[in-house]
């Protein structure tokens, strides 16, 4: 399937001339197209031509399009029989290249060589091929605010002449330019040049389900600032338009929404909703939670307590630390306190004389914390009612009325630091 534009285009010397059927050609990715031309030369009774299709290469020494690999098997030359009369020669020729590529767009220039010496010619410029992969649909502005508008058309913007197809959700439904069924926001459309449903149109569909972000996440103080993003898959693009819950649209168009200086009565559910010429769709909810700002002075208290709080656990721990290193160190020094009540090993006679006690020497003496530990023993004497017992003490003899007497005596136990007798 090819288009042409027919507009005779006239490249002459003199007597030699190139006629271009149309100098614009545009077709469809792997159709065929056929690009004309005439020419003319003077009448020569003898005479022979040439004739040939390039794109590269110079005026003079053209590459043949037979001979181009990258048209290898795709091209043809169809030239007519050469006429002639008494002052001139005229013959046609077609080139025609099969199964196009997007890489065929080019400037094709017709050239013929005649056995006189002067007789080449080059029809410069030559005709402009344009290759496109596919047709397009289009949404021209419709007097109907509730329906749209689909016309198909190649993407080389021809003119009509060739039919178009129509496809919904992949399935044929009719033929036109403009597609005349009921649109549908549930469904997809295509259109295509007839006999080339393969090459048909972008699918063109409403926008799908919207998804939606807000960042920050989370709980926003008032006084920030919050921006709620929107997309959705659509064909063509499509717009988009915010609202609040309950209320008109918020003003605010695009994929993104901004609010600056953020209060507590701007908090709540936004969605968005995207629309195109096909139909629209709105997003779910996103909530926005707004709480009070908190100030500096209650953000600096909050510090200041909590700073507190830690010094104050910190020292009780270290109070009870050396609480309990203290406890430790008194038990392993002190000796335990026992009160012996035990008899002299030999009687006592009325003349005894006294009861001493012995302390360690001055020189062996240290501090309460390292002296040696203390027992106490008592002695009971017993005697007569009428006879006297001294009580001496530390060296000094005193006398009593009592008949029983109670006598202390300390004992040293001297501990492994204590330096021996």
């Known amino acids: 399937m090819f288009f042409l534009f027919f507009f005779p285009a006239l490249q002459s010397n003199y007597d030699y001339a190139v006629t271009y059927t149309s100098t614009d050609v545009c077709a469809l990715r792997e159709s065929t197209v056929d690009i004309h031309c005439t020419y003319e030369f003077p009448y020569n009774n003898d005479y022979s031509v040439t004739t040939l299709w390039f794109t590269k290469g110079e005026i003079d020494m053209p590459v043949n399009l037979k001979n181009d690999a990258d048209y290898a098997g795709r091209v043809e030359y169809s030239c007519g029989k050469v006429n002639c009369t008494s002052s001139s020669c005229n013959g046609t020729c077609t080139l025609r290249i099969k199964d196009l590529r997007q890489t065929d767009s080019a400037e094709y220039k017709f050239r013929f060589i005649t056995n006189i010496e002067v007789g080449k010619f080059s029809g410069v410029p030559g005709v402009m091929l344009s290759v496109t992969d596919q047709v397009k649909v289009s949404f021209p502005s419709s007097t109907d605010p509730t329906r749209a508008n ?39 459309y295509a259109c295509a040049v007839k006999g080339n449903k393969h090459l048909h149109s972008p699918l063109v569909y409403a926008p799908k389900t919207p998804s939606v972000t807000v960042s920050p996440s989370g709980e926003i103080e008032e006084g920030n600032s919050v921006t709620l993003s929107c997309s959705s898959d659509a064909n063509p693009a499509a717009n988009y338009t915010w609202f609040k819950e309950h209320e008109d649209s918020v003003g605010q168009s695009g994929q993104n929404y901004t609010i600056t200086n953020i209060t507590s009565e701007l908090g709540g559910n936004y969605y968005c909703q995207p629309c195109n010429a096909i139909g629209r769709h709105n997003s779910t909810f996103l909530f926005i939670d707004v709480i009070e700002a908190t100030s500096s002075s209650q953000t600096t208290a909050v510090a200041v307590g909590t700073i507190g709080v830690l010094l104050a656990t910190i020292l009780l721990l270290v109070f009870f630390w050396l609480r309990t290193k203290r406890a430790s160190r008194t038990s392993g020094q002190g000796g335990s306190k026992d009160t012996v009540e035990e008899p002299f090993p030999v009687p006592l006679s009325d003349n005894v004389s006294a009861l001493t006690i012995r302390s360690a020497p001055a020189v062996q003496r240290e501090p309460i914390e390292d002296q040696d530990d203390l027992h106490y023993a008592s002695v009971h004497i017993s005697h007569s009612e009428n006879q006297e017992v001294p009580r001496c003490l530390a060296g000094s003899c005193v006398q009593s009325d009592h008949t029983e007497e109670v006598l202390y005596s300390v004992v040293n136990f001297k501990r492994h630091n204590a330096v021996p007798e």
């Open 150 to 188: 689909m016309t198909c058309r190649s993407m080389c913007s021809l003119a009509g002449g060739f039919t178009y197809i129509w496809f919904r959700n992949g399935q044929y439904v009719e033929q036109g330019i403009y597609y005349k069924g009921n649109i549908s926001s549930e469904d997809n």
